[in-house]
């Protein structure tokens, strides 16, 4: 499985654009590339999923370059409600499925007023 | 929306007690599983099942058992709990018919072995 690397913490303030990279350097052909958050108190919840290019939805996009190493997940104009654990996991197709998701510890963003 | 929830927020038990933590969904999903959650070391799987009676191990079994009578139960049993074992506990589900392998998870058991 492939081994993801990303910052511990990150501060930010409200209505900046966040972006957090993601290294992933042995990612597999078929790897996908997905990002969860946590908030205190909270399991952790689905943000976005991708495999090349660039994914958009209403919450984030994410950026991923032709050699699929690295991926960044952008979030614009981010607010206080923002701030949590941002995990960005690899793994095969339905990996969410057959339990081989593999949470590290994850990006704390900060997000101050 | 699907909806994971746990029988409780904060658990309290006493060492060597034997502790049940529940969890259900509501979308029919075939998937579920138990992870732990602990400062420094991320989510680690605990145990799996994608069937009704049917469980895979996952990273971190021992000391931990679990149970799936129906397809939207999951149930958690620590046979006799240890002061280690004291953690924030997750459970998720997730569906194959789903468009993405999403794993949805409910707000976690903070459990405390004294």
């Known amino acids: 499985l492939a081994k993801t690397t990303q910052p511990i913490s990150m501060d930010s303030y409200e209505g900046q654009e966040v972006n957090i990279t993601c290294s992933h350097n042995?990612?597999?052909?078929?790897?996908?590339i997905t990002w969860y958050q946590q908030f205190p108190s909270q399991g952790p919840r689905f943000i976005i999923q991708?495999?090349?290019t660039k994914v958009t939805n209403e919450v984030a996009s994410l950026f991923i370059p032709a050699d699929r190493k690295s991926s960044t997940l952008s979030l614009p104009r981010v607010s206080l409600s923002d701030t949590a654990v941002y995990y960005c996991l690899v793994g095969g197709p339905n990996s969410g499925n057959t339990g081989k998701l593999i949470f590290g510890q994850g990006t704390t963003l900060q997000v101050k007023p | 929306d699907v909806k994971v929830t746990q029988s409780s927020r904060y658990l309290v038990k006493r060492t060597g007690e034997k502790v049940f933590l529940e969890c259900v969904q509501d979308?029919?999903?075939?998937?579920m599983f138990w992870y732990r959650q602990d400062p420094g070391l991320g989510l680690r799987l605990i145990y799996f099942?994608?069937?009704?009676?049917?469980?895979e191990k996952g990273d971190i079994p021992e000391g931990y058992s679990v149970s799936r009578e129906k397809k939207e139960r999951f149930s958690l049993i620590l046979e006799s709990a240890s002061t280690n074992q004291t953690s924030m506990y997750l459970c998720?589900?997730?569906?194959?018919?789903?468009?993405?392998?999403?794993?949805?998870f409910g707000p976690g058991t903070r459990l405390t072995v004294l």
């Open positions: 991708g495999y090349k």
């Open positions: 979308m029919d999903h075939e998937n």
């Open positions: 042995n990612i597999a052909t078929n790897d996908y």
């Open positions: 099942s994608y069937d009704v009676k049917m469980k």
């Open positions: 998720a589900s997730s569906g194959l018919a789903e468009s993405t392998d999403t794993q949805y």
